[in-house]
């Protein structure tokens, strides 16, 4: 089972222009940023399997519509959108590399086809990773977590946001790590970096986007099995 998340960072409009930091409440996080999302098309991103599955499951039980993304485990994304049809859910799954421009388009527009216009995304994809020390980790990991989690985020924000800014209404939650709010563990550098990267996206949008309806939080998870 996935640990709960520790924390998260909002922009409530509804009480102040600024950002704020809010300690994770499990009951509240539902009620507030999905129950009210009532019957709202979402996307998960890397949702195949651990924090991203359960994510699409835990949105599906409250009414959302599901957007099960994958890469390459097509296989384990359709046993997500089987246990969500199951209990009474709808959902399909969407294959993308979210690093690539072209695929995240084609993604979103398989999901307007078939729900309509995203209301709610979850970034939560990142490539595996295993420590590794500093000095023998080659640029190309470097590259493939930056260019996942950092210009995946990047697209699939871009791809879904005019249609969130002209319902002054979206929802977007980006997946962080506790290594990125204290000491992190030893040799795991391009993840850190990475994930903290995604912290300050998540920072500057809330701030940005939160005056034009749109909420950007960020939610931190423990260590999962």
């Known amino acids: 089972m996935d640990a709960l998340p520790v924390g998260s960072f909002a922009h409530d409009s509804l009480l102040s222009r600024q950002p704020r930091l809010f300690i994770w409440q499990p009951k509240f996080f539902m009620k507030t940023y999905f129950f009210m999302n009532f019957c709202r098309v979402a996307l998960v991103t890397g949702a195949s399997k651990g924090i991203g599955a359960q994510t699409a499951i835990m949105l599906a039980r409250h009414q959302a519509v599901v957007a099960v993304n994958f890469h390459h485990a097509a296989d384990r994304a359709e046993a997500i959108v089987k246990h969500i049809t199951s209990f009474g859910g709808r959902a399909i799954s969407v294959q993308a590399d979210v690093s690539d421009t072209a695929q995240v388009a084609r993604m979103i527009g398989e999901i307007r086809e078939a ?20 000095r023998t980790t080659g640029w190309e990991k470097w590259q493939q977590d930056l260019e996942v989690m950092i210009h995946g985020t990047h697209n699939c924000i871009m791809a879904v946001l005019e249609g969130m800014v002209a319902k002054k209404s979206g929802r977007i939650i980006n997946i962080i790590s506790t290594y990125t709010l204290g000491a992190p563990p030893v040799q795991l550098a391009s993840y850190v970096t990475a994930k903290s990267g995604l912290t300050g996206l998540s920072r500057a949008l809330a701030s940005e986007l939160g005056p034009l309806g749109v909420t950007v939080n960020m939610v931190a998870p423990g260590l999962t099995d």
């Open 115 to 134: 729900f309509g216009d995203v209301d709610i995304l979850v970034n939560n994809a990142a490539p595996p990773t295993s420590p590794a020390p500093f």
